[in-house]
């Protein structure tokens, strides 16, 4: 009786045990450096600095649900802002690559030639974004991107609060 009830408990140890020395050799990760948003700032500077931390591109409307993403809040605040060019500006140089898109986005319908010297500067990226369209989610160049951009596709969808961009 007594050697039934010790093999179920030594074979539990055991499985303790090999998930223990998996778990301790597995690297740390790190997360990713955020700016806090304190409580005291104003909606255009927490809008800044949503942007400026986002870690995807996304439509006006994703998931199942179509709920519109913070990212997007964030930017219909600056985008109807008297200041909204020169936020969109400082965003190109100290965002993160998927917030640089939103500003750019930004610049698309308010200022024509700031646009086109941004986009300049992004046509030629290769690196991978993030993208969630709807309930998709994938991945883009910058260059297909600033492409889109360039259509008005993200910016009406921004504006007109769409559920996602059309998609070619």
């Known amino acids: 009786m007594v050697r039934r009830s010790i093999v179920p408990l030594a074979s539990l140890a055991w499985s303790f045990g090999i998930v223990a020395l998996v778990l301790r050799h597995l690297p740390a990760t790190t997360q990713p450096q955020v700016n806090p948003i304190h409580q005291s700032s104003t909606p255009a500077d927490m809008a800044i600095a949503i942007l400026r931390n986002a870690d995807r591109f996304s439509s006006a409307g994703v998931g199942y649900a179509g709920i519109t993403p913070n990212e997007v809040m964030a930017w ?14 400082k965003l190109l140089d100290t965002a993160t690559p998927a917030g640089q898109l939103y500003a750019l986005a930004g610049l698309r319908f308010r200022n024509d030639a700031a646009f086109a010297r941004a986009a300049a ?22 260059a297909e991107l600033v492409s889109e951009i360039r259509k008005g596709d993200w910016v009406r969808d921004y504006l007109r609060g769409s559920e996602f961009p059309r998609l070619r």
């Open 121 to 142: 500067k992004f046509e030629g990226r290769q690196d991978r974004i993030q993208t969630v369209r709807g309930c998709i989610v994938g991945t883009s160049t910058v």
């Open 76 to 89: 219909r605040v600056i985008f109807f802002r008297a200041d909204a060019d020169s936020s969109f500006q």
